[in-house]
């Protein structure tokens, strides 16, 4: 497998534009994770999904940010519309399951909004 | 969702064993003990997880006290490739979420 797959891995966008994060987990992972990474606030969990149905959506920082798995192979972060504090590195991870295994992580989506 | 206390920095000589330690005594009974790391411009990688035993893998091993307030990675011959900030976590699992909550970590620095 080749692991979890993020696109794009760089994303510079204007301000006010839409962004559109797009995560493939490993095949047979029943969790999808969402986190966002910058230096003032460290790794954050955006979201979570498990079994394609959104568990806990507490970390989403405001309406701006919606999450989607329409199925078990593909997952997208929106921002709609961004604004230049979201520049942050974006990682999907996925898992088998809920508790016990591993989860892996995707190399990430670097978005600058300018 | 229950915390962690790691030191905030630490340093190791190559190919010496280095002992990263995590505090966590507010762990519920069937909360697994999760390590990550993540090495500079990467996503975070497993390296070791465990729940009651001491757990051994190719990369690390995990040494958890009988109480499980506590438990230590063990890196035993550190080489440069080493170098990254440590992670403990606690997986969830009374609620059946599994979330996996980041602290600030152990940022692993190893000398030649």
């Known amino acids: 497998d080749a692991g979890v797959i993020q696109s794009p891995r760089h994303e510079v966008t204007e301000m006010g534009q839409e962004v559109t994060l797009r995560c493939k987990p490993i095949?047979?992972?029943?969790?999808l994770f969402w986190y966002r990474q910058t230096m003032m606030r460290g790794l954050e969990l955006l979201i979570y999904?498990?079994?394609?149905?959104?568990?806990?959506d507490s970390g989403m920082p405001e309406d701006r940010f919606s999450a989607k798995m329409p199925n078990a192979s593909f997952s997208t972060l929106k921002i709609q519309p961004s604004e230049p504090r979201d520049s942050a590195v974006y990682f999907c991870?996925?898992?088998?399951?809920?508790?016990?295994?591993?989860?892996?992580f995707g190399q990430g989506t670097r978005l600058t909004v300018v | 969702d229950a915390k962690t206390t790691q030191p905030n920095s630490m340093e190791s000589n190559e190919e010496e064993p280095v002992h990263l330690p995590c505090n966590h005594s507010?762990?519920?009974?069937?909360?697994?003990i999760h390590w990550y790391r993540q090495l500079p411009s990467q996503g975070p990688e497993y390296v070791i997880h465990?729940?009651?035993s001491n757990v051994n893998n190719r990369m690390a091993s995990l040494a958890i006290a009988e109480d499980r307030k506590s438990s230590t990675l063990i890196l035993h011959r550190a080489t440069l490739r080493d170098a990254a900030v440590y992670y403990c976590?606690?997986?969830?699992?009374?609620?059946?979420?599994?979330?996996?909550?980041f602290g600030q970590g152990t940022t692993l620095q190893v000398k030649p």
């Open positions: 991870a996925s898992s088998r399951d809920t508790v016990s295994t591993e989860a892996f």
């Open positions: 095949s047979g992972h029943n969790s």
């Open positions: 999904f498990n079994n394609n149905v959104p568990i806990d």
């Open positions: 507010t762990i519920s009974g069937t909360d697994y």
């Open positions: 465990g729940l009651t």
């Open positions: 976590i606690l997986r969830e699992s009374s609620s059946n979420t599994g979330k996996l909550i």
